[in-house]
């Protein structure tokens, strides 16, 4: 059956009706990204809801002089840079292929038909809209409370499948230290 593991990862959300179910996987759309490649550049509306078949993306911001990275998705995991998607406006965040990635991605208008016609499915895109903003509360509590080093261990730890996935570059930018501090940290070991 194709997009067996979307089927399977959205089941282990919420079982929608079929007819949902069915919905959700005419409306997808199958995407190939090269390293390098935006899903999304700042200014840029964000109007599809991601799942990652393969691959890898970050979530980041240019304040002028560094990037700074909100967060990595990898396989499995749905996204997309949500307060532009939820308002329609522009985004000042960008989304890029760290390595060729694979998506199936589905357009909003279709998500919100099938919200407005299906109890199940508003309850499904709910939940997968709250997973956001749990997450970046303590992204931004972890920024605020924790210094470099132990952002880095924190990293180690939550996302150790990442570590040979990412650059020195893009772990500096996501811990928000330098490369020159992240190779002291790392040094001490």
Same mark, same amino acid.
């Given at each position: 059956?194709?997009?067996t593991? %979307?089927?399977q *990862?959205?089941?282990?959300i919420l079982?929608?009706?079929? &007819? ?5 996987v !005419?409306g997808l ?10 899903l999304l550049?700042?200014d840029e509306?964000c ?12 979530l ?6 560094k990037? %700074?990275i909100? *967060?990595?998705?990898?396989e499995?995991?749905f996204?997309? &840079?949500?307060?532009?998607f939820l308002t !329609?406006?522009?985004?000042k965040?960008m989304?890029?292929?760290?390595e060729q990635?694979e998506v199936l991605?589905i357009h909003?208008d ?9 109890h199940s ?9 709250s997973?956001?903003?749990?997450n970046?509360m303590g992204r931004i509590?972890?920024m ?18 990442l570590?040979q996935?990412i650059?020195l570059g ?11 501090s992240l ?7």
């Open positions: 059956m194709p997009h593991q %979307f089927i *990862t959205i089941e282990k079982k929608p009706e079929e &007819e949902v179910m069915n919905g959700l !005419s759309e199958s995407k190939t990204y090269r390293k390098g490649d935006f550049k700042a509306t109007r599809y809801f991601y799942f990652i078949e393969k691959g890898l993306v970050k980041f911001f240019d304040n002028g002089d990037d %700074f909100m *967060t990595f998705f990898a499995n995991a996204f997309a &840079e949500l307060s532009g !329609s406006q522009p985004s965040y989304i890029v292929a760290v990635t991605r909003k279709i998500i919100e038909k099938l919200c407005k016609k299906y499915a508003e309850t499904l895109f709910s939940k997968l809209y997973k956001a903003p749990v970046m509590s972890e605020l409370e924790d210094d470099g080093k132990k952002r880095y261990h924190n990293f180690l730890r939550q996302r150790p499948d570590i996935r650059s893009d772990m500096a930018d996501y811990i928000g230290i330098t490369q020159v190779s002291r940290i790392r040094a001490q070991k």
